[in-house]
Each structure stands twice: as structure tokens, then as C-alpha cells.
């Protein structure tokens, strides 16, 4: 293209640029030591404190065509998987600049599309050596989990640091095991365990062509022995645990029925115990530092583990998991309590003390309980006028039959609560309260299904619809009490509890004293709660603490020294002129140096904001380090995985955990990493090509007098 096209789009890549500036903000929210911010509305004064990419952009007043997609690409990130926000905007950011930067070097805009393009999808197929599965790491948990900070971490959680709840839990408390009854661990020696977990990783750098010769198996045998009175060690090097709720086979402890249907939580004759132990350290490993919302999964993988009938491997369903927000209360607080825990006002908590050790009949409506809903997809009659649209439900007799019938029909059914999915008529709620039927709307559906399956209760859309079958039964409600055995009152809302025997359905209740903090919380919990479940569904991890980027890196340096072809082997079908398929094996080198440098950057600001770095130039010396020593040990898969076992990579498995001398490695989570470098790739690649089909400036007559005008549409 003329020299003039080049100048015009050199400086007018207004889309890159405001991506750029966008993702600036969000510099601070990557890495396990996040920065919370406070977002200032100018009009008002009011300040919103956030602590996640989402909230941020949801914060900002995105009135660019630029920032709508933006918007638009973290909330897709956000509904399918929960995670990986942070590093899809901080990635846009990163590759945003490096492309303009390009431009100003004067790369051809289909250059850049194409190398970065192949560059990413060469370092997804890449790093897929360092896939773990789920089960080597249950394996390699449970080879090594009888060391002593272990074996404290686990007594620990029996004992005043579960956060499942007291009033329900109490047996954890207690020791669950005879004197000198002794369990036996799994039969493999950690030296064994370490040489086949090697062997299979090592397997996997195979195809690659690499020479895995820089990890080698430990040589070295021990046989620990482990002071204090739960932990065994034999000649054979086989450790016995007694005083563990995971390795408990002798199934002597019961629990009543009344206690949620709980027998035999702390029994567990026909699971794998690595299954158990693995499991909840895998929600460590995948947590990144955040202790409270990993113990709160914790109890939650051990009630749904030893809940399923049969041992099935991995089991976890976050559909059976709901939480409530419980302003006012310490965090210490916060505890997993089974059954549906809701917030309730206090005329509705003064009926529920009277329906205290009372068995419900329930009724579920799926959809909102007012006198004007019509559900999805209703079609008014054709030959109907509607004269009146919303009567007023108090100065029209209409309104006052419709209330009087609803009513009339949950009296007849004998109905004493009422789950509704959406909003509920204030005028039925209280006459509904008038006569001891406690209504509740804004359930969500997963709590309707949950409980519809254990009382047998059918969903209904319109109350006129209701019969006899669709009324369940057996339904318990009473006020939430905390750790210590208090109903609380948090003044305008109270919450309480609902229970069915048998229900699988758990709440964690999250609890904190400030405002702002709130919805923090409960963002990091479900972000905690979802990564592991797109773990168990993908069935493997991604070694954590840089190990993936890092090897992008060593891979992308690889490229850049091998001698220059086209990006794509279609290149020259794809390219008009044939200036272009030059262009990319040119400029191949340039471009693939810019889509690293993003990586990079997203180390170097990890290693910042966690204090693992003084500064970006030393993070970037450390990197260029171990860039060096993998390429000098010819595999640098390898290398990673050495340096990642030794917990040496980046200090990888350093933070939070570190500090108290657990030695927790960290993982990350497959396709939402990957798809979250795709999707950041994807839009700063579309705002390019956008910015690039739109001319604007003074330049216009200079464009229109070239040979090429005829190639444009101006506007």
C-alpha cells in the first residue's frame, strides 16, 4: 500500500490504543497478591470496591466501540468458565501494544494477523506436554501427604479450623478413632511414585522431539518416621494413619438422621483414599492463595465424596452448591452448612419459629407469583382488547379476587412454604404471612430442582395449575445458627435454613463485617469453586507459577532462530499480491517477538505484584535466566518440570501457603487458559483489522488521487 495509507493507520489506531488504556487499569488484579480497587463515580461520589477484571469492566462507563467489545469478550470469558479474566485483559493490553508497536515498524497489518495467529495456535499445541492428569496428581498428593506439616494440616482440619459448620459437624471434633487402631496408607513408596510420575510426564516430551535428560528420577531412599500419635511408619516404609477423617475405614461413626442425613461423613471403607486426600488438595493447589475459599471447598469435596453411594472418581458437582451473604458477622464466621440457608425478613423469621421442628409441605414456582406474569412464549388472544394494562391491586376489586383465589388455593393444598423463582407480589406475601405461609422468591433454579427431587415436588408456572401431586412434603425450616449456637439477627434480614432428609444441596455461608468486601469474597469463592470443577471436567491441569507461559516463550525463541518461512503454508493461496507472502516471511521474526513480549510482560508483573520481583527489570533478568538454562539443557519442558518439582520455577508454590511451610504446588486450568489467550489474541487482532478498514484524517484527497483509491469506500 502507498506510504500514505501506512502513515494515516500508523497513527490511527484509535481501538488499539484505547485497549490498551483499558487493560492498564487491571495491571494490579493479576497473580494470587491481588490489589483491590476502589471505583469513583464522579456524579455522585459513591466508590465501589473491586478485585476482579469483571467487576472492574463492569465498573467503568465503556462508551467506545472498542470498550463494548472489551466488555463483551471478558463477560464471555466470565459465563463459561468463571476464571482467567484478569489474564484476558491484562493479555489485551500487552498484545494491543505490541502490535502498534509493530505498525510503527511499518509490518503489514496481514503480517500480523498471520504470524500471530500461527505463533499462538503453535504454542497451544506446545505446552500440551505440560497437561497433568488428575488422577498422577491424586497419586502424587497422596505419595507424599504423611509429611509432617501434612500430617498437622490435616489434624488441623478436624479440629476448630473446619469450616463446616459446628452445630451440624460436631463429631469432626471428636476423635473418630480407637487407640492403636491403625489405617493403611497406599502401598507405593515416594521414591516410586516420583520415578513413574517422572516417566509418564517424560512420556509426553517424546513426541516432541526433545531430550528428556535434565530430570531424573530421586535416587535417594527414605523412610521417614513421623512423631506423634496418628502417624505410624513400618520397616516396610508403609505409613498408617489413625486419627484421619480421610483414612478412615472402620465406620464407627454415625450420624443421626436429624444431623441432614450425614452417617458416615467421617467413613469412607470404599473410596480411594488418594481420592479424597488428592482432591482437596487439588482445590488448594488451583485456589492461588485463597485459604478461606479453599476450605470452604474442602468441606465441601469431603461431605460430596463421601455422600455418593459409590466411590466415582473425582466427584464434585458445584450444582449442588449455593451461597449466602451474611453482612455483619466476622469471617471467621464463614462455615458450609447443608440445605438451602436464605436471607428472610423479620415478619417472615416470626413465622418460621413457629414451624420449628415441623415437617412443610412445599411448592415450587418456577417463574414469578404476581398477577401479571405470563411466562416465555405466551400469546395474548387475538380477539381480546386489553383496557386496563396493571390495575392497581388496592383500588380495584379484580386485584383483591386474585389475591383472595391465590390464597385459597395454598390453603386448600394445606401449603405452608412457598419456593418462588422469580419476584413475589408483596400484597400475597403478606397475606401469606397472615396465615402462616412463609413465601421466598428469588431462588434459583438449581435450589428448585434440589429440592423438587427429594420431596417430590413438581414446578408449576401459574398457581391455577396446581394439584395434589405437585405438593411435596417434608421440608424443615429454622433460623441459621452460627458457630457458637446463636440464632442471628442482622437487624432488616435474618437468615435461615431449609432442610429435606437427603437433600444433596450445601450453602456456604460467607460472612464479613465490611460492606465493600462482600461481593469480593463471594467472587473468590466461586472462582475457587469453578476452578476446580473445570479441572475435574477437563480431567487435567496445567503446571502453575509461570511454568505455561514460560515455555511459550522458550518456544517462541525457538521459532524466531529457525530460518524464515511463511507463517502458513497457505500463505501464498491466501495472499493477492505477492508482495504480501514476502511481507510475512520478512517481518516473521518481528512479529512472533511481539506476541512474546506479552507473555513476558505477564510474568514480570506476577513476579511484581507478588513481591517476588523488586522491580520489572529483575523479574525480566529472572526470566531471561531460565530462558537461558532451558535452551541450554536442549529440553526445555524438561528443565520446567525439574525447576517446577524443586519449586524453583519463578518460585512457583511461594505466597500465602508458602509461608506456612506447606508445600502446596500450583495448577491452572486448561481450556480456560487457553481459551482466555485466544480470545485476547481474537479482539486485539479484530480492532486491528477494523481500525485498518477505516480512514479518517486530512489524508483523504492524498488516498484519493493514488492509484489504489479505487480498493476504499470513503464515508
Known amino acids: ?112 494477523v498471520s504470524v ?100 531424573k528420577p530421586a535416587g535417594e531412599k527414605s523412610t521417614p518416621t513421623i512423631s506423634g500419635s496418628g502417624v505410624i511408619t513400618s520397616s516396610c516404609n508403609k505409613q498408617k494413619l489413625t486419627h484421619s477423617r480421610y483414612f478412615n475405614t472402620l465406620g464407627k461413626s454415625h450420624f443421626s438422621s436429624q444431623q441432614g442425613n450425614f452417617q ?52 464434585f458437582n458445584i450444582a449442588e452448591i449455593v451461597t449466602c451473604c451474611l453482612l455483619g458477622l466476622p469471617e471467621s464466621f464463614s462455615c458450609v452448612s447443608p440445605g438451602f440457608v436464605t436471607l428472610v425478613s423479620p415478619e417472615q423469621a416470626a413465622v418460621i419459629k413457629c414451624f420449628e421442628d415441623k415437617l412443610l409441605r412445599v411448592l415450587l414456582v418456577d417463574g414469578d407469583l404476581t398477577e401479571q406474569y405470563r411466562h416465555l412464549g405466551f400469546n395474548r388472544p387475538c380477539n381480546v382488547r386489553t383496557i386496563w394494562e396493571h390495575p392497581s391491586l388496592l383500588e380495584g376489586r379484580a386485584g383483591d379476587l386474585w389475591l383472595s383465589s391465590m390464597l385459597d388455593i395454598l390453603r386448600s393444598f394445606e401449603v405452608n412454604l412457598v419456593l418462588v423463582k422469580g419476584n413475589v407480589c408483596e400484597n400475597l406475601m403478606e397475606r401469606c404471612l397472615a396465615n402462616s405461609i412463609l413465601v421466598i422468591g428469588s431462588v434459583i433454579r438449581d435450589v428448585l430442582c434440589a429440592f423438587g427431587e427429594v420431596t417430590s415436588a413438581q414446578s408449576v408456572t401459574y398457581l391455577t395449575q396446581l394439584n395434589a401431586s ?80 514460560l515455555l511459550c516463550l522458550s518456544h517462541i525463541q525457538m521459532l524466531t532462530e529457525k530460518p524464515s518461512q511463511p507463517a502458513n503454508k497457505n500463505a501464498v493461496k491466501e ?70 518439582r524443586k519449586g524453583d520455577l519463578l518460585r512457583a508454590g511461594s505466597g500465602p501457603s508458602a509461608d506456612r511451610g506447606e508445600d502446596v504446588k500450583v495448577y491452572d486450568n486448561v481450556a480456560a487458559k487457553t481459551e482466555a489467550w485466544r480470545r485476547a489474541l481474537d479482539l486485539v487482532l479484530l480492532v486491528l483489522q477494523t481500525d485498518a478498514e477505516i480512514i479518517t484524517g486530512p489524508q483523504k484527497n492524498q488516498l484519493l488521487n493514488s492509484h489504489v483509491s479505487s480498493e476504499f469506500m470513503f464515508l
Open 264 to 315: 458416615g461423613y467421617l467413613s469412607g471403607s470404599s473410596a480411594d483414599p488418594c481420592e479424597y486426600y488428592g482432591l482437596e488438595h487439588l482445590a488448594m493447589a488451583l485456589s492461588h492463595g485463597n485459604q478461606t475459599s479453599v476450605k470452604l471447598l474442602q468441606s465441601i469435596v469431603a461431605y460430596q465424596q463421601e455422600k455418593a453411594e459409590c466411590s466415582t472418581s473425582s466427584q
Open 116 to 215: 500471530m495467529s500461527e505463533g499462538l495456535n503453535s504454542c497451544c499445541e506446545r505446552v500440551q506436554c505440560l497437561q497433568i492428569p488428575i488422577h498422577s496428581i491424586n497419586k502424587e498428593i497422596c505419595s507424599c501427604s504423611v509429611r509432617p506439616n501434612a500430617v498437622k494440616s490435616i489434624t488441623r482440619q478436624i479440629g476448630c479450623d473446619s469450616l463446616l459448620n459446628p452445630q451440624i459437624f460436631l463429631y469432626v471434633q471428636k476423635d473418630i478413632s480407637a487407640p492403636g487402631e491403625v489405617i493403611p496408607r497406599n502401598s507405593y513408596s515416594h521414591q516410586e511414585d516420583d520415578s513413574n510420575f517422572n516417566e509418564r510426564l517424560l512420556s509426553r516430551l517424546a513426541g516432541f522431539g526433545e531430550i528428556a535428560s535434565c530430570v
Open 575 to 644: 495472499f493477492h499480491n505477492p508482495w504480501l507472502t514476502a511481507s510475512v516471511t520478512e517481518h516473521k521474526s518481528v512479529v512472533l517477538q511481539a506476541l512474546a513480549s506479552g507473555w513476558k510482560q505477564y510474568l514480570s508483573v506476577v513476579m511484581c505484584n507478588t513481591a517476588k520481583a523488586a522491580s520489572e527489570l529483575e523479574a525480566c533478568t529472572s526470566i531471561d535466566h531460565h530462558l537461558k538454562k532451558a535452551a541450554e539443557c536442549g529440553s526445555p519442558s524438561a528443565y520446567i518440570l525439574k525447576e517446577f
Open 1 to 112: 500500500l502507498p506510504m500514505a495509507f501506512r502513515d494515516v493507520n500508523a497513527r490511527r489506531h484509535i481501538g488499539l490504543q484505547q485497549l490498551s488504556s483499558l487493560a492498564l487499569a487491571g495491571r494490579t488484579l493479576l497473580g494470587p497478591m491481588k490489589s483491590c480497587k476502589f471505583i469513583v463515580d464522579e456524579s455522585t461520589n459513591q466508590s465501589t470496591l473491586i478485585c476482579s477484571a469483571v467487576r472492574l469492566i463492569e465498573s467503568l462507563d465503556l462508551t467506545s466501540a472498542a470498550g463494548q467489545l472489551l466488555n463483551e469478550t471478558i463477560q464471555a470469558q466470565n459465563k463459561e468458565f468463571k476464571t482467567g479474566m484478569s489474564t484476558l485483559l491484562f493479555l489485551i493490553g500487552a498484545w494491543s501494544n505490541a502490535v502498534l508497536e509493530c505498525l510503527q515498524q511499518n509490518v503489514p497489518v496481514s503480517a500480523i
Open 470 to 549: 405437585c405438593v411435596g412434603s417434608g421440608a424443615q425450616v429454622e433460623l441459621w445458627k452460627a458457630s457458637d449456637g446463636r440464632a442471628m439477627d442482622l437487624g432488616e434480614l435474618v437468615p435461615v435454613s431449609i432442610k429435606v432428609q437427603g437433600i444433596p444441596l450445601l450453602t456456604a455461608v460467607l460472612t464479613t463485617t465490611v460492606a465493600s468486601k462482600m461481593q469480593l469474597i463471594e467472587d473468590q469463592f466461586w472462582t475457587s469453586a469453578y476452578r476446580l470443577h473445570h479441572a475435574l471436567n477437563d480431567e487435567k491441569v496445567f503446571l502453575g507459577g509461570g511454568a505455561v507461559e
